[in-house]
């Protein structure tokens, strides 16, 4: 299994945006940001560390302009914390290895699926397409694409 880390020559590689959101917990612009409404099949991985936090299969569209998940890939790549800011108290998700801020969880999500919505900022996130995962290094996740089509 790899090893993640935040990588500091992934920080110099940041656009003005990525570090905004990522290292200083701001929140991207709804249906302006990469992510939002893309319905390809593949893994979502930290932007910093490349730690695997989401995929596709896992994707629906809330209808808030956010990239929304109903679970992490990798549930100990994901830290919850009380995030009182803006006079709400929420929880923020953040990367483990990466410590970035990735964006926040909410009790609304898909009753079938969990009941939870990771409403994610893209700024945060690398999206590896499923046909990639193998050269990128991230063969272990290609069988939950196998099962998803059987489904």
Request: glycine fraction near 8%.
């Amino acid at each position: 299994m790899a090893t993640y880390k935040r990588d500091p020559d992934a920080l110099l590689r940041l656009s003005a945006e990525q570090f905004r959101v990522t290292q200083a917990d701001g929140t991207e612009r709804p249906f302006e940001n990469e992510y939002w409404e893309n319905k390809e099949p593949g893994l979502y991985v930290d932007v910093v560390s490349g730690e695997p936090l989401f995929t596709s299969i896992d994707k629906f569209d809330s209808g808030t302009g956010w990239p929304s998940f109903t679970k992490p890939v990798e549930v100990d790549n994901v830290v919850d914390h009380t995030d009182a800011s803006h006079g709400v108290r929420r929880t923020e998700v953040r990367s483990t290895y990466g410590d970035s801020h990735l964006g926040h969880v909410f009790p609304d999500g898909p009753r079938e699926a969990g009941g939870k919505r990771y409403c994610i900022n893209s700024a945060s996130l690398r999206f590896i397409h499923r046909d990639e995962l193998e050269s990128e290094g991230y063969s272990v996740y290609l069988p939950l694409f196998e099962l998803a089509t059987q489904e």
